[in-house]
Each structure stands twice: as C-alpha cells, then as structure tokens.
C-alpha cells in the first residue's frame, strides 16, 4: 500500500478552507474511488486527471485508488482540485518525492493534454494558503498575476502537468511571479462619464454630491428625461480610487464571480452594476446549489447599485436588499453549506411619478393614471426599504 498527501483550497463564499488531499494506492481491481462530500465536476475529474497523466507521459497505476477530501464534512465543488488530486496519485506511484508536496498548495484545473486552466476564487484561496503559512502555491499561469497579489505569497505558475511533475522533481527550477508594482488605473477602470455632462439639474446634482461625499443611499423620483438615470450612471465618478484593503475585498468577490479580466487582476475603481428590473432575487443576492455564486448586490461591494425604475422590479427582489444595507454581509443557506459575501453598497434608486411615464410639470400634466393608480405604484417600494434610504430627491423636468 501507498500512501501520499498534497494540499488545495476550497473556496465557500469569499472564505477559503485549506483541504487534505489523500491519495492511496492498494491490490485490487483497477479504478479510482473518490471521498470527501465532492459535487458532480469534482467526480467527472476521475476521467480528466487519468487523460492528462497518460497525455503527459506518464503511466496510470493500475491499482485500486481512494482519494479523500478532508475534512470529509466540508462540501467541496469545481474542478480547482484537479492538480492536487494528480500529483497526489503521482507521488504515491513514486513519480515524484513526497516532500516536495508539502511545502506547496496546489490548484488549478486540467485538461485532457495535461495543460492547467483557469480556475475561479484564486485570489481567497492563496489568502487562506499564505494566512496558514505554506510556503509556495502552485496556480494555473492564467491566475499568476491574480496570486501574485497577496502580500508574502510565494507563487509559482502551472502551464501543464508535465512542468509541474518536473519541478517538484527537481529538474527544473520552478518559475516565481512576483506582485506587480502599483500602477495608474487601466483605460477599462478609468470612469468615462462625468458630472460636468449634466447640463442644470442643480438639485439632483446636489444630491448625487452629497451621496458621493457620505456614502449615502439615494433615491431620484422624476418624469421621464429629467435625468435621474444620467445622474446615478455619473455617480461612481465621483468616488475615491478603493485603498488596498478595500481592492483585495472587491478582487476577491470579483475573483468567485469570475468577472477579472485578464489584463486587471486588481480592481481599484468603485464596482459599478445596473441590473435590468426583471432581475431575480436570486441574481441580486446570490444562487447555487453545490458552487455559490455572489449575486449583484455582492459584485457592487464597495460601490454603486443602480435600480433604474425601480417600482417595477420584484417585490420580493427589492426587499431582500433591506438586511445586507443594514449588515453589509449576505448569507446565502443551503442544504449542504452556507455562503457569507460582503456586500456594503450605496443603494440608488430610480422613479417615474406614475406608470404610464407621461407626467409633466408639478400637477402631472399629461399624465393619464389617476391618484390611486400613481400611489400604488410608488406604494411597490416599501416603507422599510425607503427608511434606509438616506436621501430622497424630486426632480423636475
């Protein structure tokens, strides 16, 4: 019998678990057994990480294989454990040394021909590697800039299985990316509205201003092209540049979402989201199943979310909204786990007097709904909601 360790990171919320990976080689029928609560991707890796030791030139042990995922009682999802699984295999097939997995934390996924991808919450999982003093994480190439970022981690970038098992070998020096030097925003984070294209206005101005310089909720009730959705698009123009504790925060729920770009691993501008009103509160809070995934409200931590027309959103979306302005977190339970990801967002909403969007002037000229028909559709916006509301401006035409 064999036996060999290697170490991942599982990424529930924004939080990463550092996770045991076992792997025992034992007589027996030929086929791999896989423990440790996986979720459907985590089993088809059985397949993709035998493809890609054979395609990278080494032999499959034809032994009866378990590996285990501990601790066996947290839920562990997606295919960043691929490369910890291989080598795990690998080391105990005595392809390469024990020791050299010890000092390391493994993540990425694999391809079929051996080659690493990209995977999703790179950024908290080497926060939680470097936080429990491993030496070195090894990460797909894709995610090196992304790793790079946390202070101390010492990062090495994975292109394919093959030159991961020659440098935990020793036959080859293992690369080392180092975090790049702070740079001016890129031309993707450089805001292009500005306040200055809204033409009077000297109200809504005033308030967007003050919601800006105190971090306060806003909601702009008016006829249709007094501009109101101007107004708030301009809005995250006039916020600070986010401090490095703020830009970790926001990279690492960008990180889960899978919304970096390649050429930005490092979001330094106000996040800035608009969803449409037919948005779910599942998509403004957060939804999945086996791999939670952070909702809207969560992606514009530490910036602005935009309800444009807001009466004619959900109910039940709007009111979801009421308890992470009040926390500044979002739990998302399921069955299985629970999911905690900050959401702390300034709030601006937007408002037509009536449904029918014809109101002119301060009596409403032109509008075709009577006073009822007008409370009530103003009434879809709660009163708790609007009490968090900080600032309430009416605009005029």
Not at 43 to 53: G, K, L
Not at 194 to 205: E, F, H, I, P, S
Not at 291 to 298: C, E, K, Q, T
Request: include cysteine; proline fraction near 9%; charge should be positive.
């Amino acid at each position: 019998m064999a036996l060999a360790r290697a170490r991942a990171v599982a990424v529930l919320g924004v939080e990463g678990h550092l996770v045991e990976v076992e792997a025992d080689l034992a007589d027996g029928l030929p086929r791999l057994t896989l423990i440790g609560l996986p979720d459907t991707a985590l089993h088809e890796s059985r397949d993709r990480i035998r493809a890609a030791v054979v395609n990278s030139g080494h032999k499959w042990p034809d032994r009866r294989i378990t590996l285990g995922l501990f601790p066996a009682t947290l839920p562990k999802a997606g295919s960043g454990f691929d490369l910890a699984m291989a080598v795990a295999v690998l080391s105990a097939a005595a392809v390469v040394p024990p020791e050299s997995l010890l000092r390391r934390v493994f993540i990425g996924e694999l391809a079929l021909d051996g080659r690493v991808r990209a995977v999703r919450g790179v950024l908290p999982a080497v926060l939680k590697a470097a936080a429990a003093g491993v030496e070195r994480v090894v990460v797909p190439a894709a995610n090196a800039a992304e790793a790079a970022l946390v202070p101390g981690a010492r990062v090495e970038p994975a292109i394919d299985l093959a030159g991961v098992l020659s440098v935990l070998r020793g036959e080859a020096a293992a690369p080392e990316v180092t975090a790049p030097p702070p740079t001016a925003p890129t031309p993707a984070e450089v805001p292009g509205l500005d306040l200055a294209d809204v033409a009077g206005q000297t109200r809504g101005r005033l308030a967007v201003e003050v919601a800006a310089a105190g971090g306060h909720h806003l909601f702009m009730q008016g006829p249709p092209g007094s501009g109101k959705t101007m107004l708030a698009d301009r809005l995250p123009g006039l916020l600070p540049m986010l401090d490095t504790d703020a830009s970790l925060e926001v990279t690492a729920v960008h990180s889960v979402a899978g919304l970096l770009p390649s050429n930005a691993p490092l979001v330094t501008r106000p996040p800035y989201r608009s969803p449409h009103h037919s948005a779910t509160p599942a998509a403004l809070i957060g939804s999945g199943s086996a791999v939670i995934r952070p909702g809207l409200a969560s992606q514009a931590h530490r910036g602005i979310l935009f309800l444009d027309e807001a009466p004619e959103f959900n109910r039940q979306s709007l009111d979801a909204l009421r308890q992470p302005l009040e926390s500044g977190t979002i739990e998302v339970a399921r069955a299985r786990a629970t999911a905690r990801f900050p959401a702390r967002f300034q709030l601006v909403l937007a408002a037509n007097p009536c449904p029918c969007a014809k109101a002119r002037g301060p009596r409403g000229t032109g509008c075709e709904c009577p006073s009822l028909v007008r409370r009530r559709y103003l009434a879809r916006l709660s009163g708790p909601l609007l009490d968090r509301i900080d600032i309430q401006v009416a605009l005029s035409a």
